[in-house]
């Protein structure tokens, strides 16, 4: 592992990704914020030695080098599932590509349904825990000593200093921003009625398919690390419509200029 990191790493600081601060992943239907990015140098994940291929249509899949708000950025547009066939080796890869090119902190967005009825689509959940429902754990591979320590502490995976800033910044700028867990499935199916109303009695407020592993990889490599969900869709187990993918990633596009704002702001002031 530690030589194909190495292998990677080389390739893009040949590319011209030199010494990125800050990594960001960017979630499914949420991609405007290249917009705001000074692109320096843009790479198709299928040209990177060693990297996943994003298989899901809505995600681009090419790693971004840039600069936002005078800092230095790596951008993930695109991410990787369990649900595509990949290892959870695999889905965390780019986390220690991004920590191994010099990247200092690291913002996660995704989309989420909302399993706390308080919560409506189109607004904005910051993760302050999580639960891992995905079968199984990135750093369960023989070796994984040599990264980081073996037993990775996750009494506070969520870096609490960028979460108050975040929150204070969604004040300031009059963004509704819930707190909660999100709880993460493998997929690629929605949950049921019934799978709703456990995610409820267990204590989640988001579910969605992704973000935990790179959480719990950006943790064992002592990476700070927040995380934002847009919320996409309201599961309602007593009123549960057939999903309708088209409209969750346009609700995604609809909700992420509020994103955005959040990212932005905190990337100026670290």
Do not use: W
């Not at 809505?58 to 800092?71: A, N, S, V």
């Amino acid at each position: 592992m530690i030589k194909i990191i190495q292998e990677t790493t080389e390739y893009l600081q040949n590319k011209g990704f030199d010494n990125p601060e800050i990594g960001i992943i960017l979630g499914t239907g949420l991609g405007q914020l290249l917009n705001s990015i000074d692109i320096i140098k843009e790479v198709s994940y299928n040209h990177i030695p060693n990297f996943p291929t994003a298989t899901v249509e809505f995600h681009t899949g090419k790693l971004i080098y840039g600069t936002l708000e005078g800092k230095k950025v790596v951008v993930m547009q695109g991410r990787f599932h369990l649900y595509e066939g990949y290892s959870l080796t695999d889905v965390t890869f780019p986390v220690r590509i991004m920590h191994a090119l010099g990247v200092k902190k690291l913002l996660v967005s995704n989309a989420a349904g909302a399993v706390n009825l308080n919560f409506k689509k189109g607004e904005l959940m910051l993760i302050d825990d999580h639960i891992n429902l995905q079968g199984g754990s990135p750093l369960a591979f023989k070796g994984v000593e040599k990264l980081g320590e073996r037993f990775t502490d996750m009494s506070a995976p969520y870096d609490a200093t960028m979460n108050a800033s975040l929150e204070k910044i969604a004040t300031t700028n009059g963004i509704n921003l819930h707190k909660g867990v999100y709880a993460s499935v493998v997929g690629p199916q929605l949950e049921t009625r019934a799978e709703y109303r456990y995610l409820k009695i267990i204590g989640a407020d988001a579910v969605g398919m992704s973000t935990v592993p790179e959480i719990i990889v950006a943790n064992h490599l002592k990476l700070p690390v927040s995380a934002v969900s847009v919320l996409t869709d309201e599961c309602d187990p007593d009123n549960l419509a057939p999903v309708n993918i088209p409209e969750i990633i346009a609700m995604a596009g609809k909700a992420e200029p509020n994103m955005i704002t959040l990212f932005t702001e905190l990337i100026k002031n670290i």
